[in-house]
């Protein structure tokens, strides 16, 4: 029987990248196709083992590869000050996997990669910013050069992060674009990068997240009581302008606000917040089906706001003009209203609803169409 590898980028801490690796699993597997994630480490990940071959190929500037640096020294450092809480994160993180997900081998180097001997007769590179030049490593593969002859390539949902690639990448992206069969991406902009660098025809398609309905991620979430309703933050850097707004919602509605938080450190707030730091992916998705009102500046926080229908904000910093991927997304389902810079006016409360029933329509269209793209690439053997 034929079996499809998938590679993304996942098992980083974080709720949306293993939300949307455990969907597209998921997926496949709902249609009758046996896959598996390929357990490549990230590169981010503390149990990555760097080479010469692993590093990257693109000018990543030093001030981008000293952030590296002092992020994953950080991870360590938050790990080691709130011990219990990383703890309870961690296993609730490792059963999410063990308990939803088929992973492969742990391939934790790019040479155990290359040298494994796979056997698949497909790969799929998924979503997520697998192709964002800002990564510093070896983005190989994430387009799939480590297949062996006769395996076919497809891409799904895969991301740049960014709305432009500069014109000195032109010539690798352009060997590593042509080396995918079936080509996908989840941005517009997207489309029309693969398009300049390579003159192809991409297809958009929607994250892997939304590639299920309401009631499947309803089922699979623990569920949060509260008995008050309350406004759900969920943002990657601390904002005043978030924080502010959230509690000029408060006073609005005199619902009580939780922020989910991206890991286990403290967060300095005051005592009208409170801060969960334990959760994993299940519980996250427990939180957003109880919420009432949701503010986020989380791609994926945008995307689980529409999936659970949840009145919401997508909040993106004033000084940063690259914000394709919610843009994007919100441009898609005709919600760009929800998009606001933290230097803009609070909205007015009055439009606070949202009108789920169009969404859904469109994301339905959108669903079928993704799919149909996965089935076409996966049952044939050329574009």
């Not at 290359?114 to 800002?134: F, H, K, M, R």
């Not at 309905?213 to 979430?221: T, V």
């Not at 986020?296 to 940063?320: D, M, Q, R």
Request: charge should be positive; charged fraction near 25%; proline fraction near 3%.
């Amino acid at each position: 029987m034929s079996k499809i590898g998938i590679i993304t980028i996942f098992n980083v801490n974080n709720y949306g990248a293993e939300l949307q690796t455990f969907a597209l699993h998921y997926k496949l597997k709902s249609l009758g196709y046996d896959n598996e994630i390929i357990n490549y480490l990230f590169f981010k990940n503390s149990k990555y083992k760097s080479e010469r071959e692993s590093e990257s190929v693109l000018n990543v500037s030093k001030i981008r590869t000293l952030k590296d640096f002092v992020l994953k020294c950080f991870d360590k450092y938050s790990c080691l000050a709130n011990p219990q809480v990383a703890k309870r994160r961690k296993e609730r993180f490792d059963n999410f996997y063990k308990n939803n997900v088929c992973l492969s081998k742990v391939y934790d180097s790019f040479s155990a990669l290359y040298n494994a001997d796979l056997e698949y007769d497909t790969l799929i590179v998924g979503s997520d910013q697998v192709w964002n030049p800002s990564n510093n490593t070896n983005l190989a593969p994430y387009f799939l050069t480590f297949a062996k002859k006769g395996m076919k390539k497809i891409s799904y949902a895969s991301s740049f992060g960014v709305n432009k690639i500069p014109t000195s990448y032109f010539s690798v992206y352009k060997d590593w674009l042509h080396n995918i069969d079936f080509l996908s991406t989840r941005e517009s902009d997207g489309i029309k990068i693969i398009k300049e660098i390579t003159g192809r025809d991409a297809t958009h398609v929607l994250d892997p997240t939304l590639l299920l309905s309401k009631q499947e991620w309803e089922k699979l979430s623990v569920p949060y009581s509260s008995n008050e309703p309350y406004i759900l933050l969920f943002v990657f850097k601390n904002s005043k302008y978030i924080t502010d707004f959230a509690a000029y919602l408060q006073r609005k509605t005199g619902y009580k606000i939780i922020r989910i938080c991206k890991n286990e450190m403290r967060v300095d707030s005051d005592d009208k917040i409170l801060n969960i730091r334990d959760f994993g992916p299940l519980e996250f998705l427990g939180l957003y089906k109880s919420a009432s009102l949701v503010l986020t500046s989380s791609f994926h926080g945008t995307v689980f706001s529409l999936i659970f229908e949840k009145p919401f904000y997508t909040i993106t910093p004033a000084n940063k003009d690259n914000n394709s991927r919610q843009d994007g997304l919100l441009s898609l389902v005709e919600l760009s209203s929800r998009l606001i810079k933290e230097d803009e006016k609070f909205p007015d409360l009055n439009n606070m609803e949202i009108d789920f029933i169009r969404t859904k329509k469109i994301i339905d269209r959108e669903r079928e169409k993704s799919i149909n793209f996965l089935q076409n690439a996966l049952k044939n053997n050329s574009l």
